[in-house]
């Protein structure tokens, strides 16, 4: 008796130890069905086994429905996701609430001072960083160098408006289904907003002015939405202001635009023998200027950060170290090649070999780097974003004049008529705004 | 001469009535059509009727990439929970409103379906801090609870119009030879109304399998049913409509077929009483 009580008491003691030893803890990563994001999911046995007491449990949504959804978990402090996956608009924003966790404190060897400059600086409030960034993107041009060739044309580059209409022109073959330019016309401030606010850049348009004073009543903007119109009428696929990122990826893949430009993200797509008939004929070039030393290019980052309400940070950084780390890349590399590794984040990235022989590398590098979310345009802005602005009223507004702007390429109405109405709308809002 | 005309009406409306149910049914083909194409296939202009290279592939990768059984068993247990939780307080509610209705009757239940007309959004932050408070979110338990009292008005409405139709007498006999409230509602009432029971069973089914405000609100991993697992094939940067054509396929596969097999009580439930 005397025997088995110490015995009973160590076995369970032992039991107990065991379980403590591997006891798991499960993070809730909250991410969009984006394909750099996918190809994660599928790699994340390289994580686990390393780190064998924790678990990871995957939320996929779509993009709207993910924003709304985390906005809300993190407002309400529900601490449902432990990750999530967020962009440049947003860690700002939700930094200055304090609802979001600093990443200052990851390993050395993740080296920050590896992260793009341009990209880093869209991450940091106050020199803290808070997301970690997982892929960046700019937009460039997209072009068919087949119908370039056959028009007797080449494209520079780094091409002005004037020369990409002019291309447009050329490319154009409405009887064959060719259309010189295809650009996004859905309504949205992540649509087509993104695609004008950073077109009007390179016009020398801005949002507001140092006051927060509404600028769609400026002659810039009625020049930046003249030619968007002028391109797309003439030059355009029919029906777009219905189009959006899939959309035109669909009528390129099919070899029915002469140009696209958008996300760099599409390139891999576009240079897909798989899913693109033009594969072989796609060249890159700069999103367009006009002359007064600002492109009309964006720069986004989808970014991992951790909410201020996860009860478990550690873990969650080291799964955001792990995912955004030169490690990562070198994996996504030896098991789906080079093109496919998640591009615009990193500098070692693009001062390796392998890496410099993919044919947008440079290009996405150059376009990245050709941003500048703290002074987008040619005046001096009160605000930080190259195609949004940094407050959280944007993205409603931003809705409602992409709106007015796409009902104006349905022929809805004009385009003086459509900036009247942005004007309008948007002084209101940031009025009732406290601006 | 009237014989032939007649023929011809016979011939236009059954045409007619086949050529609507094809159109109702027209997304339903496509989304499964679409399933069994490439993601280039699926967005070629012309679109591809039926002359495509058939692949298995989507279904394949959804498989690979979702855990499809734990979302079935989600919305299988949030479905038939909230279902039957509703059946058991909508059933002597109806009851009491049918045959021992009060001056205030017809207001309960007017009021009750009016909570209808708000629309969830605008209780989705209380319900959603309650949630965080009882320890409810991401719970099968909670979502169930939830869906059964969206659906709870619905359910008492049509149960009400059912034992309606029962005639007040025979429970009286029952309660003459000696039956308690218990005796005359389980073994009187219930076996009279089981088709409009099984009618309201199976609507409320469909309604809370196919329900995807709440559902994608107040899940994250665990309690996500399959329209969580349909949301979560949708991309802004990449085509993806194939893989999600085959995820809602999938999706709405069970309840196809459930329906599928008791349209006849359906159709029976639904326009019960409106002939009178």
């Known amino acids: 008796m005397n025997l088995t009580m110490p015995l009973r008491f160590t076995s369970v003691a032992a039991i107990l130890a065991a379980n403590a030893a591997y006891a798991e803890t499960t993070i809730t990563i909250a991410t969009v069905n984006n394909g750099d994001m996918i190809r994660m999911q599928g790699l994340t046995e390289d994580f686990t086994s390393k780190n064998p007491d924790i678990k990871l449990e995957w939320v996929t949504l779509e993009e709207n429905v993910l924003r709304q959804r985390v906005t809300q978990d993190i407002a309400a402090k529900g601490g449902q996701f432990d990750v999530m996956t967020i962009g440049t608009y947003e860690v700002p924003i939700w930094a200055k609430q304090d609802w979001l966790v600093s990443l200052e404190d990851l390993p050395a060897e993740w080296d920050k001072d590896d992260i793009l400059p341009a990209i880093r600086g869209g991450l940091t409030v106050n020199d803290n960083l808070y997301a970690a960034p997982f892929y960046g993107e700019s937009s460039m041009v997209m072009y068919r160098k087949d119908l370039m060739a056959d028009a007797g044309m080449e494209m520079p580059e780094a091409p002005t408006w004037d020369q990409i209409a002019k291309a447009a022109e050329a490319m154009t073959d409405k009887e064959k289904g060719i259309y010189g330019i295809c650009l996004r016309g859905k309504a949205g401030w992540g649509e087509n907003m993104a695609f004008l606010s950073a077109m009007a850049n390179s016009y020398g348009a801005r949002w507001f002015d140092e006051n927060w004073t509404p600028q769609f009543d400026t002659e810039e903007w009625a020049a930046t939405l003249n030619t968007y119109m002028d391109l797309m009428n003439n030059y355009g696929p029919p029906g777009a202001s219905t189009n959006g990122f899939n959309e035109n990826l669909s009528l390129f893949q099919q070899g029915k635009c002469g140009m696209w430009i958008d996300a760099t993200v599409a390139a891999s797509f576009v240079t897909n023998p798989t899913d693109s008939t033009v594969a072989e004929h796609v060249g890159f070039a700069l999103a367009p200027d006009n002359g007064l030393g600002k492109r009309g290019n964006w720069l986004w980052a989808w970014s991992l950060a951790i909410p201020a309400g996860s009860d478990a940070t550690e873990e969650a950084k080291k799964f955001v170290a792990w995912a955004t780390s030169k490690e990562y890349t070198a994996l996504v590399a030896e098991n789906e090649g080079w093109a496919n590794v998640p591009p615009g984040t990193r500098t070692s990235l693009y001062e390796n070999e392998e890496y410099k022989k993919v044919p947008f590398a440079e290009m996405t590098l150059n376009s990245i780097n050709s941003a500048d979310p703290t002074n987008p345009t040619v005046d001096p802005v009160p605000y930080t974003g190259v195609q949004f602005v940094a407050i959280p009223e944007f993205a409603g507004i931003a809705t409602q004049v992409g709106q007015e702007f796409s009902a104006a390429l349905a022929g809805q109405q004009s385009v003086e008529e459509a900036l009247e109405k942005a004007q309008a709308l948007t002084a209101d809002e940031m009025e009732a705004a406290g601006y | ?276």
């Open chain 2, 1 to 276: 001469m009237a014989r032939s005309v007649t023929t011809q009406r016979k011939i236009i409306n059954t045409a007619a009535a086949w050529g609507i149910g094809f159109l109702i049914f027209f997304p339903i083909l496509w989304t499964i059509l679409t399933s069994f194409k490439t993601e280039a296939t699926a967005i070629a202009d012309p679109p591809v009727f039926l002359a495509f290279d058939w692949t298995l592939e989507n279904y394949e990768v959804v498989l690979e990439r979702s855990n499809y059984a734990r979302f079935l068993w989600n919305s299988v247990f949030i479905a038939g929970g909230s279902t039957l939780l509703g059946l058991i307080i909508a059933i002597p509610a109806a009851w009491s409103m049918a045959f021992v209705p009060s001056r205030r009757t017809k207001d309960i239940l007017l009021w009750m379906l009016s909570t209808k007309m708000l629309p969830a959004v605008g209780v989705l932050y209380p319900i959603y801090l309650i949630f965080i408070k009882m320890g409810l979110l991401d719970s099968r338990i909670g979502l169930t609870v939830v869906l059964m009292l969206i659906n709870l008005p619905i359910i008492v409405w049509m149960l009400y119009t059912y034992f309606r139709e029962i005639p007040g007498e025979i429970l009286e006999a029952s309660r003459m030879d000696g039956a308690t409230l218990k005796d005359e509602i389980l073994y009187v009432l219930t076996p009279m109304a089981v088709p409009g029971i099984a009618s309201t069973l199976l609507l409320n089914f469909i309604l809370a399998w196919n329900e995807a405000f709440w559902t994608l609100n107040l899940t994250a991993a665990k309690a996500a049913p399959l329209t969580a697992f349909i949301a979560s094939y949708s991309s802004p940067e990449g085509l993806f409509y194939a893989k999600l054509s085959a995820a809602s396929t999938m999706a709405i596969a069970p309840i196809l077929i459930l329906g599928w097999f008791s349209q006849k009580q359906l159709v029976r439930g639904l326009t019960f009483g409106a002939v009178k």
